[in-house]
């Protein structure tokens, strides 16, 4: 039974499009996170978000869009893909903050813009 | 800003060794400090968590160790085995306490 799982698992789009990425978790967390981990594999927070509300928002193009419907889902919506947004996305949830919790990434997301 | 360091990028050693994992970080005011671990096509998942008062955790052949006043950790893996091929990242708590800075990671390979 996954805990935090995210579809697609692969993506592969050309410029321009409009692409979503589904993250949920079945823990009862309630924060949940959206990672980049880019070509050179360091992974950086994009956006996190605590019973709904946005937390963290790093220095992102405004084109990447989270949406939490509920405490379960955080969507990442991206317009206008770009070349240089190539990357795997992972999602992650925690409860609470991470002062004393561990946090949990779901399996990743591996988008391909050509 | 938070900074953290892995050193070596890669590692291979030969089934059965022992080995140390590095980690630094620029900054000691951390709330606490994971090692996790991500198997290629696979997600990261959380090896050792250690909090900013303690000075090690242990898990079975795995103990990490906390010197926040250096800005340091170590992974220790004892009777290295294929099994534990993986990528090994480190990552401290920020204040702020809902994010956390990543290492690149070392990517570990164990030789039968």
């Known amino acids: 039974d996954t805990a935090v799982s995210q579809t697609p698992k692969y993506l592969v789009t050309q410029m321009g499009n409009d692409k979503s990425i589904k993250c949920e978790q079945n823990?009862?967390?309630?924060?949940m996170y959206w990672y980049k981990q880019d070509s050179k594999k360091f992974l950086k927070i994009m956006f996190s978000y605590n019973n709904k509300e946005l937390i963290i928002n790093e220095t992102v193009p405004n084109r990447f869009s989270p949406k939490s419907p509920d405490k379960a889902h955080l969507n990442l919506h991206i317009n206008s893909l770009e070349l240089g947004d190539s990357a795997v996305y992972f999602c992650a949830s925690s409860q609470g903050s991470l002062l004393r919790n561990t946090i949990y990434f779901g399996e990743g997301s591996w988008l391909t813009v050509v | 800003k938070q900074e953290v360091t892995q050193i070596p990028a890669a590692l291979s050693v030969p089934e059965g060794e022992n080995l140390v994992l590095n980690c630094s970080f620029t900054d000691s005011a951390i709330y606490n400090l994971q090692w996790f671990r991500q198997d290629p096509g696979k997600g990261l998942t959380s090896l050792l968590l250690i909090q900013s008062s303690q000075r090690e955790q242990t898990s079975g052949r795995l103990n990490a160790s906390l010197d926040k006043s250096s800005g340091r950790s170590t992974l220790y893996i004892a009777a290295s085995q294929p099994g534990d091929s993986a990528t090994y990242l480190c990552a401290v708590g920020t204040p702020g306490s809902y994010q956390l800075t990543f290492g690149k990671g070392t990517k570990l390979s164990v030789i039968p």
């Open positions: 823990l009862g967390h309630d924060t």
